[in-house]
Nanobody
Framework: QVQLVESGGGLVQAGGSLRLSCAAS????????MGWYRQAPGKQRELVGA???????NYADSVKGRFTISRDNAKNTVYLQMNSLKPEDAAVYYC???????????????WGQGTQVTVSS
């Protein structure tokens, strides 16, 4: 089994910054794509950004230029640096990772428990 634990959420004023972290632990042979999703009340969960094991990134148009995703493969950790936060960025942010537990295993997607980001105007 694999566990993803997020941290770094909280309350920030509009225009401020937060950095989210997500650390994976457990039976991990390799981690492929890692990403951050968010879900606001009454809305569907949406992709914020993702990063491959090689460092290729992609972002939702709404966060391009403001958010940066990065990862530390040695620590099995992915980060989301969020700058110039807007009230519409408020949501529960979830970490996602595609994990192979053994060299012969299929990739399995795991989710963190979520961390709340609140942005005051």
């Amino acid at each position: 089994q694999v566990q993803l634990v997020e941290s770094g959420g909280g309350l920030v004023q509009a225009g401020g910054s937060l950095r989210l972290s997500c650390a994976a632990s457990g039976s991990i042979f390799s981690m492929d794509v890692m990403g951050w999703y968010r879900q606001a009340p009454g809305k569907q969960r949406e992709l914020v950004g993702a990063i491959t094991s090689g460092g290729t990134t992609n972002y939702a148009d709404s966060v391009k230029g403001r958010f940066t995703i990065s990862r530390d493969n040695a620590k099995n950790t992915v980060y989301l640096q969020m700058n110039s936060l807007k009230p519409e960025d408020a949501a529960v942010y979830y970490c996602n990772a595609e994990v192979r537990e053994r060299w012969y295993s299929l990739r399995v997607a795991y989710w963190g428990q979520g961390t709340q980001v609140t942005v005051s105007s």
